[in-house]
């Protein structure tokens, strides 16, 4: 398991459907060692914080594993690194064996898994496929939230070690079944809301729908 990439970038005003809208998802891989604090990399940012950032999205990190697959989906020969917005593309980690909860070091940067991306109309507008959000989340290939548990800084070709595994092990998979694909039961939904690392906007939501069964 390593960090093959490490991306980053500041927000910037793009047109989408005629109006100019702010964007921090134009991410380009950068060299040498990016530190990162408990709200993100510096040298990086979110547009609309009420949606994006915070501590429980510090890092967005996708698995490289995908790549293939969405060129072939696109129609595209090669796809650059932060293609989908995240400031790690990883190798060895995927959404069927992260889990919620689990924490990871990457070289002196420890963070733990929070969860899945569920992506806005800019990443649509981004791939040039506004129609690709629900196929998105519907393959799986979601990638995933990081909090800083501590503060370090990380590179490109930095090796990932497991620091602990959460004992409820919902995958982010399971996760984003229960949140975003119709696969909550009320079982499920305890079970992630017992996981001190879920992101409260998530928790609120998915405690509403508790009630509501």
Known sequence: MKVLHVSRAEPRTVVINGKDVLTGIYKEPVAGAVTVHKLGMVGDGQADLS?????????????????????????????????????????????????????YRMGSLVVQVTSPRVPCFKFGHKL?????????????????????????????GTSID???????????RDLLGIYRLGEDTPKLINLALEIDALPPIVGRELETRLKKM
């Open 51 to 103: 949606v994006h950032g915070g501590p429980y999205q510090a890092l967005y990190a996708y698995p490289v594993e995908h790549y293939a697959y969405w060129e072939k989906e696109l129609g595209v020969e090669s796809l650059p690194p932060g293609t989908f917005g995240e400031n790690l593309t990883l190798e060895g980690l995927l959404e069927t064996g992260v889990c919620i909860g689990d924490v």
């Open 128 to 156: 040039n496929r506004p129609d690709i959000l629900k196929p998105f989340l519907q393959s799986g290939r979601s990638g995933f939230y990081l909090r800083v548990v501590e503060e370090g800084s990380i590179s490109a």
């Open 162 to 172: 497991m620091v602990s595994r959460d004992p409820r092990q919902l995958t982010v």
